[in-house]
């Protein structure tokens, strides 16, 4: 049998007193699954007793689900995350961007959160997902070359990018960095 198949038939024959209640995983008023568990640093779910910045088992402070920020405070709020060494957060800040921008703009928003996922993956110690993600990030991002919306660095965060992705990972390495802007953009 194969792994999946293996997987699927203990499941299937497993206890269902112990499997989790999909009623009791938390849902926001309109009913979809979100989860009110706290986070550390990189996104890792944690106990439920671990609450708050101030959390024993390192808790911080999580990025409201249904946050959507403009292109500026995005990118800025962004930015402060990843220097904080926050790279999953940063990633949920600019997903809320990227589902409600233009059409235009979706791949920019969608390559610049791939960039700090594939940088969380890294800092998790997943290198082969880590330059998959980045590779991929940065080729979206680089479609915007020719004209670098909002002040961002599309050449230089192509180039680290890359670079990062072809490095090899070292263990227990802190979260490394992205510049998103240079400048400010033209008002």
């Known amino acids: 049998m194969t792994g999946d198949r293996a997987d699927r038939d203990r499941a299937d024959r497993a206890d269902p007193a112990d499997r989790a209640d999909p009623a009791d995983r938390d ?7 979100r989860s009110a568990r706290p986070r550390d640093g990189l996104g890792r779910p944690l106990p439920r007793e671990a609450t708050g910045p101030a959390g024993s088992a390192g808790a911080v402070e999580r990025v409201p689900d249904d946050l959507v920020l403009p292109p500026l405070e995005s990118l800025a709020e962004a930015q402060r995350l990843l220097d904080a060494g926050r790279p999953f957060h940063a990633h949920e800040v600019l997903e809320g961007t990227w589902k409600a921008a233009p059409e235009h703009e979706r791949d ?41 919306p909002y002040g961002i660095d599309v050449a230089g965060l192509v180039e680290a990018a890359r670079r990062i992705a072809a490095e090899p990972a070292v263990d227990g390495e802190p979260p490394r960095t992205l510049r998103l802007r240079v400048k400010s953009p033209p008002t």
């Open 108 to 148: 920019l928003w969608q390559g610049l959160a791939q960039l700090a996922v594939g940088l969380t993956h890294r800092a998790r110690g997943n290198p082969v997902g880590a330059a998959r993600l980045l590779q991929r990030g940065a080729t979206r991002v680089a479609g915007y070359g020719s004209e670098p």
């Open 27 to 33: 849902r926001d008023p309109a009913g979809r699954a």
